[in-house]
């Protein structure tokens, strides 16, 4: 006997009867008839994601240059006050470069407010140079009257040396004696090892935004009051306070005058008071002999004879 195989015909019942080896979830796709034509293609759904990925894209490029500028080359001092005799100035220059190093640095010192002396921060692996000008007449300087004022130092970075991308690195001065001046405006060119010059000389802009290359400009204190306590020749202590003037203008000199006690009045009264002991005391001695005597005479009087 030969086995044949039956195919269900749609209309029987084994045709209806479900397969318990076969899912029946139900299929979540939706069809042609429920998804207009523009939806089924996909475009404005995709065209508004790639729309707005390029937005982010450009966001962040714009961003990012905003960061590296504000990397620019610094400059601070922790002792710099107005007509101070000496200070350490510091400059911090960050390597902007991504594939170059910086070799050379070359930092200008204001004209308008010159220094008599600058002493340079040996750095292990660079060489330091200082140039000087000449003013066309004697200058005074503080308390100097100079003709010539150093003008320019230059830091060279040896064969091994340098700062490398990702880094920084500190460049430290003195000067004397620091300008009577609110600020000190330097000019600095940053020089790389493919020979590009990033030149930090800009002012700040009139809208109040900052430069792109801004120029290292110092913040010098104010000078606080000093007070001296002197003796008068009559005794009293007074004291004086100097108020340092302004640009052209002479010191303010105010003197407080306050009585002393002097040390002749306590020694007079202490004079008198020992005095006074003195004469109370050989008053008493003199009243005791007396008495004395007048007993003596009246004792003898009443013996018998």
Same mark, same amino acid.
């Given at each position: &006997?030969?086995?044949?195989?039956?195919?269900?015909?749609?209309?029987?019942?084994?045709?209806?009867?479900?397969?318990?080896?076969?899912?029946?979830?139900?299929?979540?796709?939706?069809?042609?008839?429920? &998804?207009?034509?523009?939806?089924?293609?996909?475009?404005?759904?995709?065209?508004?994601?790639?729309?707005?990925?390029?937005?982010?894209?450009?966001?962040?490029?714009?961003?990012?240059?905003?960061?590296?500028?504000?990397?620019?080359?610094?400059?601070?001092?922790?002792?710099?006050?107005?007509?101070?005799? +000496?200070?350490?100035?510091?400059?911090?220059?960050?390597?902007?470069?991504?594939?170059?190093?910086?070799?050379?640095?070359?930092?200008?010192?204001?004209?308008?407010?010159?220094?008599?002396?600058?002493?340079?921060?040996?750095?292990?692996?660079?060489? $330091?140079?200082?140039?000087?000008?000449?003013?066309?007449?004697?200058?005074?300087?503080?308390?100097?009257?100079?003709?010539?004022?150093?003008?320019?130092?230059?830091?060279?970075?040896?064969?091994?040396?340098?700062?490398?991308?990702?880094?920084? $690195?500190?460049?430290?001065?003195?000067?004397?004696?620091?300008?009577?001046?609110?600020?000190?405006?330097?000019?600095?060119? $940053?020089?790389?090892?493919?020979?590009?010059?990033?030149?930090?000389? $800009?002012?700040?802009?009139?809208?109040?935004?900052?430069?792109?290359?801004?120029?290292?400009? +110092?913040?010098?204190?104010?000078?606080?009051?000093?007070?001296?306590?002197?003796?008068?020749?009559?005794?009293?202590?007074?004291?004086?306070?100097?108020?340092?003037?302004?640009?052209?203008?002479?010191?303010?000199?105010?003197?407080?005058?306050?009585?002393?006690?002097?040390?002749?009045?306590?020694?007079?009264?202490?004079?008198?008071?020992?005095?006074?002991?003195?004469?109370?005391a050989l008053a008493g001695a003199g009243v005791a002999v007396v008495l004395a005597g007048a007993a003596l005479i009246?004792?003898?009087?009443?013996?018998?004879?």
């Open positions: &006997m030969t086995a044949r195989t039956v195919t269900p015909d749609s209309n029987t019942p084994e045709a209806n009867t479900p397969d318990p080896n076969r899912s029946h979830r139900p299929s979540t796709a939706p069809t042609g008839e429920h &998804m207009s034509g523009k939806q089924a293609s996909g475009g404005p759904g995709r065209w508004l994601l790639r729309a707005g990925s390029a937005v982010l894209v450009a966001i962040a490029a714009t961003a990012l240059p905003a960061g590296l500028a504000s990397a620019h080359v610094a400059v601070n001092s922790p002792d710099a006050v107005r007509g101070g005799e +000496l200070a350490l100035v510091s400059f911090r220059v960050p390597n902007e470069s991504v594939t170059a190093s910086t070799v050379k640095l070359t930092l200008t010192l204001p004209v308008a407010t010159p220094v008599a002396e600058v002493q340079v921060q040996p750095l292990p692996g660079w060489s $330091q140079s200082v140039t000087t000008r000449k003013f066309p007449a004697p200058t005074k300087v503080g308390d100097f009257t100079l003709f010539t004022v150093p003008d320019v130092i230059t830091w060279t970075a040896g064969a091994a040396a340098g700062v490398k991308p990702g880094q920084f $690195q500190i460049f430290q001065i003195t000067i004397a004696p620091v300008p009577g001046t609110p600020t000190m405006t330097f000019t600095a060119d $940053q020089t790389y090892s493919d020979r590009k010059v990033v030149h930090w000389n $800009q002012p700040p802009p009139a809208d109040g935004s900052e430069a792109d290359y801004p120029s290292p400009e +110092l913040t010098l204190a104010a000078a606080e009051p000093e007070t001296a306590s002197t003796t008068s020749p009559t005794g009293s202590a007074s004291s004086a306070t100097v108020s340092p003037g302004l640009s052209g203008a002479h010191p303010t000199l105010t003197v407080t005058a306050s009585p002393v006690t002097t040390a002749t009045t306590a020694t007079t009264s202490m004079s008198s008071t020992t005095s006074g002991t003195s004469i109370a009246v004792s003898l009087r009443r013996r018998p004879g």
